[in-house]
């Protein structure tokens, strides 16, 4: 007869099985049952250390919704015939019929496979990986971020896994929360047929859940997840667009609740589909990995903790009223304004401190970069103008702009006007995106400046942009003017999965024309692809950081190709700021 307890009855024996554990007996905890468990959402593992790894699946019966009383192998090999640690787990529906355990007893720098059974239900074999020694000689990354599924396949994860990574960092919107209304209309995507899994926009804790097993549903998502480890954060498509400390653009009370409500949900579903270490705070996901000596991987939380709510790139840049403009520079210029959080940034502080490995990495959300446009043109061509006439303005200022610069370099005489544009107290510079660092530029410099101080190596790995982007990452000299412009590190931004770019935001431009913009306006971009898709690889050795970005030449068909489209090194030295050319 089938084993096929109640909760209740499963607690009661659990504490059996523990005690049988205990005396050394021998785990028999459905090894008998019969009834058929489905694995629908494969396997996936997380957050490793050199001794451990959190292991993940989803395992249901198919008929019922009792618990499912798991055994979790670790192998050396792939037909287990070598088992380094094994236990019991229960997949219950308090945590929509997912499992987490952190497997012990594992050795550092070591791969690993794993599994789930139940009876004679097996789930898929997973690959895992521990961190390495502390005498490493190399570690690589595949980053990703921004993986929209009714936007197109994930031919990004499929590629990673094929190229194979140590380890994958996943820097946010690992989910969108839209509804099937908020798909574009394009023939082309609507064909795909990948659509949400409701009309409305996901606020409940079992709408999470549904989005997180439609994600998980997807073959490149567990092809991906089975073979390298995960280490994830969210970012604001987790909860809602652009969310911050008290709310969301996305998030409206008025029709859709209390906010607390919905985050809650949210970051629970969170932390039940994703193979992270759940710590007794949720929120607090920010946490440190060594891997060895090369890298110490700072993972934080830019969203739900501390950071306060954005500001209007309209009131910034005087498009609504002086007085609008006088409170958002206030705001802006303000020296407590959070991104981090003072807990979150001493505890970043302590650990890039006592941290011996040779580079900092900084694993979080949203472009560190200064992103600094001049004002002249976000007036005219911002994220609200995605008009033809608008987008043909925005051309015009551009061009105004760096023509006027490249005459300035070139010792050719100016006219007032150009005068005027190049003169930053009457045409200063901003960051285009304010939900990014560069609205919160006293949290960024703290930050950056304590990396100088520290004399680290600094990198940092960014998402949310949909594009790819190299850039040194400098001081505004805020706190000290002797510092402004010091380098103190570099940012490698991974371009989306398979979310729209700037082939989206600007669609007056060619995709040249925003690279050359881009480049030749941002005094610390190096390099922007605007218009693809893929995802990047880090490589670090105790001499070099080097970024691989990666495109897929498609996201409408799982029929792909994909090729290295750069390659970057970490450069001590700034970007030399050349003569303006634009297209
Ligand atoms: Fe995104």
Known sequence: MAIHFTRREFIVKLSSVSAAVASGGVLSACSDDPLPVDFNYGVASGDPLTD??????HAKYQTGSDPVNLIYQVANDTAFSSIVSSGQVTSGAETGFTVKVDALGLSAGKTYFYRFLCGPSISPIGQAR???ASDATEVTFSVFSCADYPLGFFNAYAEAAKRDS??????????????????????????L???????????SLEDYRKRHALYKSDPDSKTLHAKMPMIAVWDDHEVSNDNYKDGAQGHDPATEG????RRTAAIQAFHEWMPIRTGADKLKIYRSFDFGRLVSLHMLETRNIAR????????LAGLEGAAKQASALAEYARADRQMLGAEQLAWLQQKMSGSQATWQVLGQQVLMARMESPVSVLSVLNGDSRDPAAQQRGLEAINAYLTAKAKKAAGAPLTSTETALLNPAINPKIGYNLDAWDGYIAAREAVLASALQLNKKLISLAGDTHNGWHSDLTLMGLANAALANVKVGEEFATPGVSSGGFEEYLPGFTPAQVKSLFENIVDDLRWLDPSRRGYLKMTFTATEAKGEWIFVNQVLSRTYSADLGHTAPFRAAKKAVAPDVFI
């Open 130 to 132: 521990t961190l390495p």
């Open 52 to 57: 451990r790894i959190i292991l993940w699946t």
């Open 258 to 261: 209390l906010y607390t409500v």
């Open 166 to 191: 140590h380890f994958a960092i996943h820097l946010g919107d690992y989910i969108y929360e839209y509804g099937t209304g908020s798909a574009p209309t394009d023939p082309i995507i609507q064909n």
């Open 193 to 203: 047929k990948r659509f949400a899994d409701h009309a409305n926009e996901t606020l």
């Open 308 to 315: 306060d709510k954005q500001i209007a790139i309209t009131e």
